[in-house]
């Protein structure tokens, strides 16, 4: 049977050996001096010039901003549909974080992904996927290159989408999510292995200082 | 999520016999000195996503009385196929790639978890849902075969 949808061949085989627990060492975010848990950008990074259509049931295929609403957080991340460990990883760590939040807290936090593999990420595949993780959802999904490497780099975040051996697609992503205030302004970023607890604990410490621009 | 393993999933861990492990077994009794064995605990799958024919497998394996090479995992054919592999960062960016085996030493443990060593599951020929049993057959070059039922978990 050929597997057309196949996300990665061993393009590279490899023989590991393991001598003891294996662990992916988690996180290498330290407290910062605003007591973040996640990696806080050392100059102000603007990610607000950046829009891409959103798909989303708010956005339904308008350019939108990649800006959270007035008060609130949005947080992004680039990924893919195909990704069986890391991508459904992250967004669940991602929903047990807003979980942990108290209820008006969570109504002030909109997930956004951004498809890095437009091709198979069709519109309705992508709403499927992520409006399955969150209540508060966008999705961006553009088809045009440039755009979607523009919107990377404004975040610092990098993919590539490589055809591999057996016909199937190889996927490269920067796995990390950018939490975005009302401004554009990147605040922290949390690497894949956060653990939702503590990003929850980085949600509360923005959302609390925020609070004034929200009335 | 390991806490929400299904005991089942423990009670199956240890080896079931194969035909490598049965001409072993067939040698003169006295021999079973050494306690060789492979155990697998907190066997979980991800339900698979809506339109999506893929998802990964998850365990814990512990080797006792002697190191052992997991040489291949496989899925019945009536759920799909199997590999083993790796997520991995290269530049600081993350993919997967294909393993051909895993040596695990002697007394050693290895975990497969996210963003580490995974059972891709693919070409699924229908969905995999919450609370679903998976079995597993982990293949090592001197155990043999060893199944595991693992259960599908959010
Ligand atoms: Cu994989």
Not at chain 1, 18 to 29: K, Y
Not at chain 1, 94 to 116: F, G, N
Not at chain 1, 138 to 167: I, N, Q, W
Request: glycine share 10%; charged share 20%; aromatic share 4%.
């Amino acid at each position: 049977m050929r597997i057309v949808n196949r996300v990665v061949r061993g393009v590279l085989t490899a023989v590991a050996v393991v001598g003891a627990v294996l662990t992916l060492q988690a996180c290498g975010g330290t407290d910062g001096p605003t007591g973040l848990k996640g990696f806080v950008p050392e100059s102000a990074n603007d990610v607000g010039g950046i829009s891409l259509p959103d798909i989303g049931p708010v956005g339904k295929g308008s350019e939108r901003p990649l800006t959270a609403a007035p008060g609130d957080l949005l947080l992004v991340y680039f990924g893919y549909t195909s990704c069986p460990d890391v991508c459904p990883t992250t967004l669940g760590d991602i929903r047990s974080a807003i979980r942990r939040l108290p209820a008006k807290d969570r109504q002030r936090v909109e997930v956004a992904m951004a498809t890095v593999d437009p091709t198979r990420d069709t519109a309705a595949v992508l709403r499927g996927y992520v409006g399955h993780f969150f209540s508060l959802w966008r999705a961006y999904r553009t088809t045009d290159p440039a755009a979607l490497m523009a919107a990377e780099d404004a975040f610092g975040a990098s993919s590539s989408v490589t055809r591999a051996k057996g016909g199937g697609q190889e996927v490269m992503h920067s796995a990390f999510t950018y939490v975005v205030d009302d401004q554009g302004h990147q605040l922290v970023s949390w690497p894949f292995g956060m653990r939702s607890k503590d990003m929850a604990a980085d949600l509360r410490t923005l959302l609390s200082s925020n609070q004034g621009a929200q009335q | 999520m390991k806490k929400q393993i299904i005991a089942g999933a423990l009670a199956l861990s240890t080896v079931i016999a194969i035909p490598a492990a049965m001409a072993k077994v067939a040698a003169p009794v006295a021999k079973a000195a050494t306690k060789e064995k492979v155990s697998i605990s907190g066997a979980w799958v991800r339900p698979s996503m809506m339109g999506k024919d893929m998802t990964a497998g998850y365990m814990k394996i512990k080797v006792t009385g002697t190191s052992d090479t997991l040489t291949k995992v496989a899925v019945p054919m009536s759920i799909g196929m199997a590999e083993l592999h790796e997520t991995v960062m290269v530049d600081g960016s993350m993919g997967m790639r294909e393993v051909k085996q895993i040596v695990v030493a002697k007394g050693a443990t290895l975990v497969l978890k996210p963003g580490g060593y995974h059972i891709m599951l693919m070409g699924l020929k229908s969905p995999i849902t919450v609370g679903q049993k998976v079995p597993i057959t982990l293949t090592f070059k001197k155990m043999g075969a060893v199944k595991v039922t693992a259960t599908a978990v959010e």
